[in-house]
């Protein structure tokens, strides 16, 4: 059997994430991102074949197309250029594309790259209350945040999580984003402050959901001819998956659908799709980091059992024991996550990003000792579009 050429990862690059980012432009934020990942890939703008370009929903920027401005950013003046948008899952799936077009044998090193000015857009939600069908759904009124409280309730009633629980997510993220210099919230918190934050949407509080993110993020990827052939440093991808849900959030309350809101059965596709093409049969004792893409505090709970590391149900507790804090096994957001940096364009490119980190090593005051094997994970949409990635030192 032909061995599958493997692509690598060959530099990182991310800005410093915050609410907002006045000393820079757009295009400028990303050509922040760009500049650390070439000098960390060693490799000039010049070099570079194919740019694949990040960023979901444009109308939080306020200007249709928005790639465009980026263009020249990303120094894709006369090369390939491809803009992908599937919504929050975005960034992983841009990485994805540009695995292909090395895997296809297009080209040979691939700048992936974008930004977000989220924190500065004025109003997210509203925003991001359009992607609900407008006849039946959009007049509840569904928003990012009323979506996945129905998932937190669902999974209450299920497996008995309770709000002190999702305020242990919040503890433990913000813990380990005080350890990362490039995360946007970073003070500790405690789990009496977690719950006397104001409430959101049932049992959603303030300190339950994601900031509003202004922040950059770029990857260089590579073949493994062209690393070899020049011998650079590279963290390999081993898996790449993707998956996707019903539009409707109703088909999935109930009615015989097999998927549960309480749970993220979709998710767990993309994660085992990915975990299938890298040979890991044994998540648990196969995966030392997980970078998940968790908005909301619940979401990480289910998220976890999606990528295989706790049974249905299981993580409340097992959060509850100190476990996936940096110390124990399967660490899960030793970046803090998105509860700590969300510029939704990039928000799961840096999940791929911080789990590469990881197993080369390279996390500084996060770094999980030992990492050798990661997962990264995105979702997109109204819970709709997924995607994941495995990296391996």
Known sequence: MKKIPRVGIIGIGQSKHQAKRNDANYPELVREAVKLAMADAKRELDDIEAVVYSLAPDALLGIGNAERQ??????ARNKRFMRINTGGATGVSSLAAGHSHILAGACDIVLVAGADKVGECGDSQTILNKIWDPAYERSLPLGTITMLAMSAVRYMHKYGMTEEDMARVVVKNRYHASLNPNAHLRVPTTIEEVMASRMISYPIKLFDACPQTSGGCAMVLASEDYIKRNQLDAVWITGVGQNSESYFIGDRMGNGYTADHADAVALGEAIHRAYRMAGITDPVKQIDVAELYAPFSN??????????????????????????????RNVVNPSGG???????????????????????????????????????SGNGGDHQLFGAMVVEA
């Open 338 to 376: 998105i509860l700590c940096a969300n510029p939704i364009a990039v928000s799961a490119m840096l999940r791929v990003a911080e789990a590469a980190l990881q197993v080369w090593g390279k996390a500084g005051g996060h770094q999980v000792k030992g990492a050798k094997r990661a997962v990264g």
């Open 70 to 75: 980026g263009v020249d950013a990303v120094g």
């Open 299 to 328: 979401t990480e709970f289910h998220s976890i059992e999606a990528a295989g590391l706790a049974e249905l149900g299981k993580s409340p507790q097992m959060l509850r024991e100190g476990q996936f804090y940096i110390g124990q």
